[in-house]
């Protein structure tokens, strides 16, 4: 199994930039990609930005230039640099990992809200 303890999350004038952690602990080295996604009220879950064991990097169309993915393995932690911040981006962050078996854990998500 995998936990995943997000942090990092607040409130934000249009503009500004925040960092958000994912802290991974648990079977680690299962794991094969991680990432972010957001729900904002109202909508459904989406992409934000992922990362493979590889390094290979994947955003969101609506974050690319803005949003930056980044990782420490030797703390097991994930990052999200966030920039340039807008109204829409408000919502829930979740961590989610996906294991080699295929199997997924989310963590329980930071709040992060932007002020216009």
């Known amino acids: 199994q995998v936990q995943l303890v997000e942090s990092g999350g607040g409130l934000v004038q249009a503009g500004g930039s925040l960092r958000l952690s994912c802290a991974a602990s648990?079977?680690?080295?299962?794991?094969?990609?991680i990432g972010w996604y957001r729900q904002a009220p109202g909508k459904q879950r989406e992409l934000v930005a992922t990362i493979r064991g590889g390094g290979t990097t994947d955003y969101a169309d609506s974050v690319k230039g803005r949003f930056t993915i980044s990782r420490d393995s030797a703390k097991n932690t994930v990052y999200l640099q966030m920039s340039s911040l807008k109204p829409d981006d408000t919502a829930v962050y979740y961590c989610k990992t996906t294991i080699w078996s295929g199997h997924v854990y989310w963590g329980q998500g930071t709040q992060v809200t932007v002020s216009s």
């Open positions: 648990g079977s680690t080295s299962s794991i094969n990609v």
